[in-house]
T-cell receptor, first 117, second 112 residues
Framework: GAVVSQHPSWVICKSGTSVKIECRSL??????MFWYRQFPKQSLMLMAT?????????EQGVEKDKFLINHASLTLSTLTVTSAHPEDSSFYIC?????????????FGSGTQLSVL | KQEVTQIPAALSVPEGENLVLNCSFT??????LQWFRQDPGKGLTSLLL?????REQTSGRLNASLDKSSGRSTLYIAASQPGDSATYLC???????????FGAGTQVVVTP
């Protein structure tokens, strides 16, 4: 099946710094990728839809200037958490759909655990 | 807005028993319903996808049913094994692009 690679798996940073998370589709082209956030014992919450070559679409309540999304190629989307604070500590995960797969399944990255000190 | 609920939140069974995981959603206008498995600190693995026009899907020991009219889906895992221990998430697709609304998950522990 299709593979989505997400890096880094873990990141610890100081408050006020920025952190970039990469999401790559390894063997297929993904015109659309999704970014989710998951707090402990809670469900995944959609943050934004990343579209190749255009601006991302953010869900209500998600700060655009805080969570910068860039989808510059058909295989790479990045999420940058700017001026991170402890409340941004969470598990971030991306997903992508292989439009060539008739099963319409979504493939998820392995996630990034962000800890802001 | 679509809301997805999973009951129970946690479940512990001895090895060999069948598992029944429930998922309910408030808006029946779904594109599809998906079940995922999540291991601690890891990403999601897709288990089954049921199109809105389908009633069930099967893969090995897994069977998922869908009743749109009542807003319910059930995941059955036959003859559970310790390796089935994980959190199981259901998600309703609200459009054809892949936007998903997730439930909070059911944490399953299968004891040897």
């Amino acid at each position: 099946g299709a593979v989505v690679s997400q890096h880094p798996s873990w990141v610890i940073c100081k408050s006020g710094t920025s952190v970039k998370i990469e999401c790559r589709s390894l063997d297929f082209q993904a015109t659309t990728m999704f970014w989710y956030r998951q707090f402990p014992k809670q469900s995944l919450m959609l943050m934004a839809t990343s579209n190749e070559g255009s601006k991302a679409t953010y869900e209500q309540g998600v700060e655009k200037d805080k969570f910068l999304i860039n989808h510059a190629s058909l295989t790479l989307s990045t999420l940058t958490v700017t001026s991170a604070h402890p409340e941004d500590s969470s598990f971030y995960i991306c997903s992508a759909r292989d439009w060539g797969d008739s099963n319409e399944k979504l493939f998820f990255g392995s996630g990034t655990q962000l800890s802001v000190l | 807005k679509q809301e997805v609920t999973q009951i129970p939140a946690a479940l512990s069974v001895p090895e060999g028993e069948n598992l029944v995981l429930n998922c309910s959603f408030t808006d029946s206008a779904i594109y599809n319903l998906q079940w995922f498995r999540q291991d601690p600190g890891k990403g999601l693995t897709s288990l089954l996808l049921i199109q809105s026009s389908q009633r069930e899907q099967t893969s090995g020991r897994l069977n998922a049913s869908l009743d749109k009219s009542s807003g319910r889906s059930t995941l059955y895992i036959a003859a559970s094994q310790p390796g089935d221990s994980a959190t199981y998430l259901c998600a309703a697709a609200t459009d054809s692009w892949g936007k998903l609304q997730f439930g909070a998950g059911t944490q399953v522990v299968v004891t040897p």
